[in-house]
């Protein structure tokens, strides 16, 4: 089983429609989780952390639910700019690395 | 201003060639890595440095060796290059090396072997 799976999509979602993406980790060990996204042929770029009390930036709610060891990110009200890939990442305390999913890639359609 | 820069940008070479990428980052960060994402955008850590320090060495072939002169400076020299190492590779810095410091990734440097 890999250490943190997503579904590769691609998603093709309609501009002003909400999407959710989920990523599963398999360490009931792992302490810190973020979102990054990353456009096509650039760097990723930090989204935001996944704190334990879920958290909200915008129209971008991120989640984590420890007991099934999945976070998810849920995307509201959908804007052109939004069409990326979406990389779900888990990080293990005590340990330096972070471990990357394949990512999840996000069209928003006019 | 260019957080964590990288050169070249693309670099195409045959193989058996031995190969340099430089990574310069000006955040003050003291934590710089290297990572590989293949052809299906998988990303994978290759190496960590702490204040010049090696602290994370991946399963990477000796082949790639990195070296860091100073805490801003992160560079990648890979020796008789294969048609596998063709990827994208993206240098990173962090504040530190805590499991909660954002990662900051250089525009990466796409190598092709031929």
């Known amino acids: 089983r890999k250490e943190v799976e997503q579904d590769p999509g691609p998603f093709n979602v309609p501009e002003g429609a909400t999407v959710a993406f989920n990523c599963t980790y398999s360490n009931s060990a792992s302490q810190s989780f973020f979102w990054y996204r990353q456009d096509c042929r650039k760097e990723p770029k930090l989204l935001m952390s996944v704190y334990s009390s879920g958290n909200e930036d915008g129209r971008f709610t991120a989640q984590l639910n420890r007991a099934s060891q999945y976070i998810s990110l849920l995307i509201r009200d959908s804007k052109l700019s939004d069409s990326a890939t979406y990389l779900c990442?888990?990080?293990?305390?005590?340990?330096?690395?972070?471990?990357f999913g394949t990512g999840t890639r996000l069209t928003i359609i006019p | 201003d260019t957080a964590v820069s990288q050169t070249p940008k693309y670099l195409v070479t045959q193989m058996g060639n031995d190969k340099s990428i430089k990574c310069e980052q000006n955040?003050?960060?003291?934590?710089m890595y290297w990572y590989k994402q293949d052809s299906k955008k998988f990303l994978k850590i290759m190496f960590s440095y702490n204040n010049k320090e090696l602290i994370i060495n991946e399963t990477v072939p000796n082949r790639f060796s990195p070296k860091s002169p100073d805490k801003a400076h992160l560079n990648l020299h890979i020796n008789s290059l294969e048609l596998g190492d063709s990827a994208v590779y993206f240098c990173a810095s962090s504040q530190g090396t805590g499991a909660y410091y954002e990662q900051y990734f250089g525009p990466g440097t796409r190598l092709t072997v031929t």
């Open positions: 990442v888990v990080n293990n305390f005590g340990n330096e690395k972070l471990t």
């Open positions: 955040l003050g960060h003291d934590t």
